[in-house]
């Protein structure tokens, strides 16, 4: 069982920063993809980014390519997300989400979710 807290969320303006962090509570933490999430009013739950259990791989969405970072500390258990040159169509509910190591993280189901952070950016 894992269970992960996203924190960082908040009111930014457009071109501004942010930089969410989601903390895990589970035993061995690196036998996890992680991945960030996001649901805007009216729209479904999309796959933001993602990173495979060891850190060496990485998938962005097409929207934040260049823009967001996804980044993970096994040692704190912690997945990160930078979001540079906001947008405010990046506006959205912001989850955190785990999936076993053996599974694709692109393409997979994710069986661990954190309860989302809001990020709100104003034009």
């Known amino acids: 069982q894992v269970q992960l807290v996203e924190s960082g969320g908040g009111l930014v303006q457009a071109g501004g920063s942010l930089r969410l962090s989601c903390k895990a509570s589970?035993?061995?933490?690196?036998?996890?993809?992680l991945g960030w999430f996001r649901q805007a009013p009216g729209k479904e739950r999309d796959l933001t980014a993602a990173?495979?259990?060891?850190?060496?791989?990485?998938y962005y969405a097409d929207s934040v390519k260049g823009r967001f970072t996804i980044s993970r500390d096994n040692a704190k258990k912690e997945v990160y997300l930078q979001m540079n040159t906001l947008k405010p169509e990046d506006t959205a509910v912001y989850y955190c989400?785990?999936?076993?190591?053996?599974?694709?993280?692109?393409?997979?189901?994710?069986?661990?979710w954190g309860q989302g952070t809001q990020v709100t950016v104003s034009s």
């Open positions: 989400a785990a999936t076993d190591f053996w599974r694709d993280y692109k393409y997979s189901r994710y069986d661990y």
């Open positions: 589970v035993r061995t933490f690196s036998n996890y993809n």
């Open positions: 990173i495979i259990y060891s850190g060496g791989n990485t």
